[in-house]
């Protein structure tokens, strides 16, 4: 999943309307590949552990000193699509725990902030939630 | 073309490969006979074997718990002796199930799944 200038992105008490990117990247852990006896190429495959990674890219403008740290565990929330227009509208809520955030200054262009998130669901399913959003929320 | 164990396909829910184990003479170190003498003796043929590797899958833990009883059920003492036939149908005569081992927890991802060693055994050696 990748938003581009998602409206609002919320975690805990951190509101960022500033979101210039959000990728939610699932990356493998453990991967089983098996064959068998009948000829050379595999007969079963399956992902039994996986993670689940969210980058949130700020475009920092002014000074920012209002950062959550590192270990803090909470909700994620954002939207897909705009509040006044998409029925189809889903809000996007992740459980999840900051690992890192790192700053960078591109010449020529406004500073970024990208903090990154592991995904984590106490019941071992799918951390990536979903459901519609009511108009205007 | 499905293997199977006693007429019975017990591993045919996920793959797995046909290990053969070692053939010839067993030997045995003379000093076990007498602790003065070295070298080794030729007691007689080794004992034939076969190990099945490989991955039991099922839809749900309780799915693949039943394939487990299954298998179970033909590890008896004195052990169940009968044909062992591989996925390409060559069979292994008066094989006796000895062992099934889990070689790790329950894997669970699009499947529930299990990795395993089983041993089978032709006492006396293949001839």
């Not at chain 1, 007969?43 to 890219?57: C, G, L, N, W």
């Not at chain 1, 998409?86 to 990208?114: M, N, V, Y």
């Not at chain 2, 019975?8 to 829910?13: A, I, K, W």
Request: proline share 8%; with cysteine; hydrophobic share 35%.
């Amino acid at each position: 999943m990748l938003l581009l200038s998602p409206e609002i992105v919320r975690f805990e008490s951190h509101a960022w309307d500033d979101v210039a990117a959000l990728a939610v990247d699932r990356i493998p852990k453990r991967i089983v590949e098996e064959h068998s006896d009948l000829g050379p190429f595999a007969t079963f495959a399956d992902v039994p552990e996986q993670s689940v990674h969210i980058r949130v890219k700020r475009r920092i403008t002014a000074d920012d000193t209002d950062a959550p740290s590192l270990g803090d565990s909470g909700q994620l929330v954002f939207y897909t699509g705009r509040p006044t227009s998409d029925l189809a509208r889903q809000r996007i809520t992740i459980t999840c725990t900051l690992i890192s955030i790192r700053s960078e200054f591109p010449s020529g262009k406004p500073a970024t902030r990208t903090l990154t998130f592991i995904a984590t669901n106490a019941a071992g399913s799918d951390p990536v939630s979903s459901a519609p959003a009511p108009l205007n929320e | 073309m499905p293997s199977s164990f006693n007429s019975t396909e017990l591993f045919n829910s996920g793959p797995h490969r046909f290990h053969l184990g070692p053939c010839g003479e067993q030997l045995i170190e003379q000093t076990a006979l007498d602790p003065t003498t070295p070298g080794r003796q030729a007691i007689g043929p080794l004992d034939g074997s076969v190990t099945v590797r490989g991955r039991l899958v099922a839809a749900t833990d309780a799915d693949l718990w039943s394939i487990l009883e299954s298998i179970q059920d033909q590890l008896t003492d004195p052990p169940t002796t009968a044909d062992l036939i591989d996925s390409n149908a060559h069979t292994f005569s008066d094989m006796s199930f000895i062992s099934f081992t889990p070689l790790a927890p329950f894997e669970r991802g699009r499947t529930v799944s299990v990795p395993y060693e089983a041993i089978f055994t032709h006492f006396g050696g293949w001839k």
